[in-house]
Every structure is written in C-alpha cells, then in structure tokens.
C-alpha cells in the first residue's frame, strides 16, 4: 500500500508514531469500497462486529464496547498548553513535556501485533473554505468504519490538505489495554495533537469529533478569527419557499439532535413550512464575503443516543439509523438479528442479549429494573440516510445564520424564550447557559449546572478568551451579526410536568425566532431580555394538550426572586475565571441585577 500522500509533514510524523507504536503492519486508508468491505469483513471475521439482519437492516452491525468503557471521561481529558492560564480553570490541565513524558511510554511498543490505520479526513465538505484536514493513527478497525460515516475519509483529504501543507491535526490513538486506569484523552492545541489511550468508546475514539472539530478547533478559530461550537445548525423553509438557517446550543441530553430533525405540527406543513437538517451536534463559524456569519457542519453523520428515540420523538433520526448503521451497546434481539433500546417500543425482546452480551429474557429482566440497552447507546449513521438532510448539507460556503440559540433544561427559573438585547448581551445569555441535573444522574436533582454555550467539556482553551472571543466576533459582524435567543422547553408545574409540549411543537417558537430575527415580530422588553407576546406564540392545534394563552404567558414569565437567585449563583462561577473575566460580563451581571 502506497503512502497515498506525498506530503512530508505527513509522512515524517506517520513515521514517528510508526517507530513508537511499532505495530506489525501499516495500512493507509484509502477511502475507497474495496478496502472498507474488507476491513469490515476482518473485523466480523474477529468479532469486533457481528452483522444485523440484512433484510431488515441492510448494512448494519454490531458493537460492544468494554464494560467500563462507556462514555467520554471528563476526568482523564486534559488541555496540554503551555501555561495553565491559557487552559483556564474549566479545563483538566498538564505541562505538555510531563504529560509526553508519561503517555510516550505508554504509547511506546503498544500496537505490537496489530495494524496501524492511518485515516486521512476532512471536517467540512471536501475543497470548502471553512474544512480542515486530521490524520487518525489508530489500532481499530471499528475506528476505521466510524470515521468513515462521521467524517469524509481517504485519498481526497489528502489532495485537499497539498503536497506541502503542515495545517493538518494529528490524531493518535490506540486501544492499548482499555485499561479505566490508564485511559487519556489529551489534546495539545499548540502541537495541533491529539492522544488517546485505553478507550474504544466512540466519543473518545472518532478524533474528529469531540477532539478535533470542538477541543483543537474551538483554538484554532480563536487563533484565526472564527469559532467551533457545540450547535446544531438547522433551516426553516417558510410557504413560499425562503429558507432561514438558525444554530441552537445545549447542554448533552438537552435534545439537540431532536430539535435538529424536527417535524413542524400538521398546521404549520399545511401551510408549507418544512424542516431542513444541516447538523445535529457541531457548528463551525466564519464571517462570509457578505459580512454575514456562516456556518458548516463539520461532521458527515449521526453519533446519536439510541435510548429515546422513536418513531414520535424523532422519526427522522430513527429513519437514519435503517442502513449503513453502527450500533454500539444497544441490545439485540436474538430471534431476527434487529436492535432494540429503552423508549424504541413497549415491546422490548423476549429472546434478547442485553448490552453487556448476557442472553436474558427482555420483559423479565427490564421488571428487575435493569436497561437492555446502556443509557448511552449510540448509533453511527450517515447523514445521507436522513429524509430531512439540507440540500445545504454539502455546500462549501455554509449557510447563513440569521440566529443563535441557547437553552438549557431550567423548571422555573427560564420561560419559554426570550431574546438577547443585542449580541454583547447575548454573550452574557450564552455565558450564563445552566442545567438542571435529572433523576437520570446520580446525585441530587434540581442542582443547577452552568454550561456557558454548552462548551464546558469542549472549549480547548480558557473560557474567559472564549467569551473575548465571541465579543470580538460580534463587533466584526456588526448590523449583520445573528441575534442571539434563549430558550426553555423544561418548565414544570407544581406537580414536576412539563408544561410545554416540546418536540415538533417547539416550530412554534422557532417561528417567533425566526421572525423576530429578521424584525417582522413584535416584543416586550422584560428585565432579562425581549420577549414574546403571549399571543404571538401560534398554539394552533395545542388545546387538546390544554396549551392556552394563559399557559403560554405563565410560561414566560420572570420570577425577579429566582432570578436574584441565580445571579448569586452566576456570580460565584464567575469567580472561577479571576481578572480575566471579560469585564463586559460583569458589567452584564451588574446590569441585570438592577433591572431585576
Ligand atoms: C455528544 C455529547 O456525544 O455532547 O454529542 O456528549
Ligand atoms: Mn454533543
């Protein structure tokens, strides 16, 4: 197998990280059919995948991931920079040399009998302006086809990256022993490096993702003057035929893919408004040659959560998971060789393999209380399978954002939606972003989480010059900035119900977004931002779930006492940041404590 690239930067490092794993054989990944087909057959031939029904599920596998090797660790993910400061307090920080010093060893031997894959990407369409090229190193062939769906994969990378560029993110990875005690996730966004060891779970696996395209990239933009954010991009097509591109951050399990993929009620299709799919998970933002702000997803597919999604909750996301799909940690049903997961159906399988691999009984054993699937299932799907995928989706220039959403998942304190007053202000709405933590997570329910734009596990530097960061973005784009919105579908009532209907009904208040952005909708101005008129959310359609104005004003309404409250509480987590607090923000907190 050739080198597929005669680039030297590319070519000296391979051999560097070649000379220290010292696997057995090295494999360039061409991106080509043939090679992946065989992969795939080597890795169902092993057992590191084992096939679905293809009938029903043509293209399908199977994955198990290590039993303690489940999700993302927060606690074994570092920023290497150079000095602390620049990682900030948010992040796990390390000298780069110690943390070298401590993983080369690690590193040093470990892919001894096994194959090197060395996985040439593109974030971003092929040849787009806002794409940037990775090179994944990796011991793992469900490494291999994960980034195949995720990201944009083989020789054309390598044609786009030239034969001389060194702007290319360097990924290492291996499996090594999938030893929790030895597991890193370390970034060093100066080195443009990435390393990880001792996992094979997707989001500290597919570099790409959470590493690359947020981590080393919300850096870059730093460093380059445009930004990597946790948002999903959609578009709404309006009767007539004018799309407008909206982006939306939330915390995980906020129902950012849902939200991405939803379907408009039956009054608003009836009047032709449609829903179109950019991303569900990663935005990347630059300023266009109009002045305008522009996005791309960074991403090719779907690393989504399995449990929850149904026909009702998210039939487009559901409708992508049916070919070409990797599942991992879902449960099997052993009779026809399908998947199944907690909130799919009330059916769960009789003849079952639950996510560890136990054969159990499904309804038995979900009646001891246990999960079929692992609450952090995932399916990897192409967004090519996605019936509402942008005809955006592969445009190299992005799409224009009219406007940007926060939300979190807050019971009292947020209503329903609100408007920033202008973007400065909206910086301080995005910085004071907080969740609720759920019965879900173990510890006490009702704490309240700051996750300042979602970012908190994802930002590759300190927070403070993030929110710099955005201030300067805002003052380059000027009148043709994106306004920035707030939103809450979690509000309860005394008895802990959510009061709003959520899912496809949340098109109601995109609707107001999207007119008030571009300034066809009235507001009032409240303490905490702008905000509908009660009567100006439309709930056609919503008196069978007992949706009035009256229930619409009760959902925007601003307790000043809750408020106050959480004004103390965001003043302590800005403590965290010292003196390089962005004095803007502070001065924004002052601000709304008067008004209040
Ligand atoms: C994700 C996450 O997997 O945010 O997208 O955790
Ligand atoms: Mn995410």
């Known amino acids: 197998m050739s080198v597929l690239t005669r680039n030297p930067n590319v070519i000296k490092w391979v051999e560097e990280m070649h000379a220290l794993t010292k696997p057995d054989k090295v494999v360039w990944i061409d991106g080509g059919n043939a090679q992946l087909t065989a992969l795939k057959e080597e890795a169902l031939a092993s057992g590191e995948i084992s096939l679905l029904n293809q009938d029903k599920l043509p293209g399908c596998v199977y994955h198990r991931t290590a039993v303690n090797d489940v999700a993302r660790v927060e606690d074994r993910t570092f920023i290497c920079t150079n000095t602390q400061e620049e990682a900030g307090p948010t992040n796990n920080w390390c000298d780069p040399k110690e943390m070298y010093d401590k993983l080369i060893p690690m590193f040093d ?50 044609e786009n990256l030239g034969d001389t560029s060194n702007d290319f993110v360097r990924g290492l990875h291996s499996k090594a022993d999938i030893d929790q005690e030895k597991r890193y996730i370390v970034h060093f966004p100066q080195d443009n490096t990435i390393w990880s060891i001792n996992s094979g779970y997707g989001g500290n696996v597919l570099l790409g993702k959470k590493c690359f395209a947020l981590r ?31 982006t939306a951050a939330f915390p995980s399990a906020c129902g950012k893919t849902n939200l991405a993929m939803l379907i408009p009620p039956e009054g608003y299709q009836k009047k032709g408004y449609k829903v179109w799919t950019v991303g569900d998970d990663i935005a990347w933002l630059k300023k266009g040659p109009d002045g305008r702000l522009y996005a791309i997803n960074p991403e090719n597919g779907f690393f989504g959560v399995a449990p929850g999604t149904n026909e009702k909750s998210n039939y487009n996301a559901l409708e992508s998971t049916k070919k070409n799909t990797i599942f991992t940690n879902v449960a099997l049903n052993n009779d026809d060789k ?68 926060f939300g979190g998942r807050r019971a009292k304190t947020a209503p329903l939606v609100y408007q920033a007053f202008d973007w400065r202000h909206g910086v301080f709405v995005g910085s004071i972003m907080a969740s609720e933590t759920t019965a879900a997570a173990i510890g006490a329910v009702g704490v309240v989480r700051r996750d300042p734009m979602a970012m908190l596990p994802f930002c590759g530097y300190n927070m403070a010059d993030y929110w710099e960061h955005w201030f300067k973005m805002g003052e380059e784009l000027g009148e043709k900035a994106p306004k920035i919105f707030n939103v809450n579908w979690f509000r309860t009532d005394d008895d802990g119900k959510f009061i709003w209907p959520g899912y496809g009904d949340n098109m109601r208040v995109l609707d107001w977004i999207i007119e008030r952005a571009v300034g066809n909708a009235e507001a009032i101005e409240t303490a905490i931002g702008y905000e509908p008129k009660p009567e100006d959310i439309n709930i056609e359609g919503l008196e069978s779930e007992g949706v009035t104005v009256d229930v619409v004003k009760n959902l925007l309404d601003v307790d000043p006492a809750l408020w106050k409250d959480d004004a103390s509480n965001i003043r302590e987590f800005y403590k965290k940041f010292g003196d390089k607090l962005p004095k803007e923000l502070e001065n924004q907190l002052n601000w709304l404590e008067d008004r209040l």
């Open 109 to 158: 031997g470990v892919m001894k009998g096994r194959t090197m894959y060395v996985i040439p990407y593109s974030m971003g369409p092929i040849g787009s302006p806002l794409a940037k090229v990775g090179v994944e190193l990796t011991d793992s062939i469900y490494v291999v086809l994960n980034m195949d769906i995720m990201t944009r994969i083989g020789v054309k990378a390598f």
């Open 216 to 246: 080393i990239a919300s850096y870059q933009g730093w460093k380059e003057g445009w930004m990597a954010e946790h948002m999903l991009i959609l578009g709404i097509e309006k009767p007539g035929g004018e799309t407008v591109y909206v």
């Open 338 to 405: 399908t998947v199944w997961w907690e909130g799919l159906d009330k059916n769960p399988p009789i003849n079952a393999v639950e996510w560890k691999g136990a054969k159990v009984n499904g309804p038995e054993f979900k009646a001891k209380g246990e999960n079929l699937a692992h609450p952090n299932s995932r399916f990897t799907a192409p967004a090519k399978n996605c019936p509402c995928i942008s005809k955006e989706f592969d445009n190299p220039n992005g799409v224009p954002i009219s406007a940007m959403i």
